[in-house]
């Protein structure tokens, strides 16, 4: 089977925009993913059970339905009733950030409740309030150890918004699918994608090893 370099050579730099495109949507997607996160993992530590329940049903919902189906859900239905209009990155963005939100709220309340509870105590004794000891005591040691997860998360999400490429966002993929579609090749298209992927996700990999090494994570 010959092997046509001349289609990868003619779509390569539509893989790497698509490449910058799955950058943005994935770092994006995972940044708002930590802020609203955060805040859900603590709605749903809340000892006020009327508080809670609103936090464990987000969290089930998304992360008990296919990420398809949000994307879908997002882009034909809420989004444009919620906007009037949305476009395939935005859609994206906003389900990978709210996918995103409902894992890492998991991995944030894991790290806040794996610290132990006297550490918690003893700054209460020293006369801190809940705030401080929060900020001062709590998430610097709650970040600390949720770092492999979060990375784990952000490799998971980079390779998701592939699913990009089913509402026509212009990410890697959708152009691999383009230039499948044109030359009726499968081979050259894909595997060019399947090496950005890999390239992107083992440089990942490495800079979190390297990140965990030097913060001694443990």
């Not at 001062?136 to 998360?153: C, M, T, Y």
């Not at 990140?211 to 994570?217: F, I, P, T």
């Amino acid at each position: 089977m010959d092997f046509r370099f001349d289609i990868i050579v003619e779509y390569f730099p539509f893989f790497m925009e698509g490449m910058g495109l799955t950058i943005l949507m994935s770092v994006i997607g995972v940044l708002m993913g930590c802020i609203l996160g955060f805040f859900i993992a603590l709605g749903k530590m809340s000892s006020i059970l009327i508080v809670r329940l609103p936090f464990i049903w987000y969290i089930n919902f998304l992360r008990g339905t296919p990420l398809l189906v949000q994307l879908f859900l997002f882009h034909y239905a809420v989004l444009p009733a919620i906007l009037g209009s949305t476009t395939p990155v935005i859609s994206v963005m906003v389900t990978l950030s709210l996918n995103s939100s409902a894992y890492v709220a998991e991995i944030f309340r894991a790290g806040l409740q794996s610290i132990d509870k006297g550490q918690a105590e003893a700054a209460h004794s020293l006369g801190m309030n809940k705030f401080q000891v929060m900020r001062h005591v709590l998430l610097p040691q709650a970040f600390k150890r949720s770092i492999p997860p979060l990375g784990n998360e952000f490799i998971v999400l980079l390779k998701d918004s592939s699913l990009g490429a089913m509402i026509a966002a212009q990410e890697l993929l959708y152009w691999g699918r383009a230039a499948s579609g044109q030359y009726l090749r499968v081979w050259e298209p894909y595997l060019m994608v399947a090496l950005v992927y890999l390239v992107l996700t083992l440089s990942l990999t490495y800079l979190l090893n390297y990140l965990e090494r030097r913060l001694d994570v443990k």
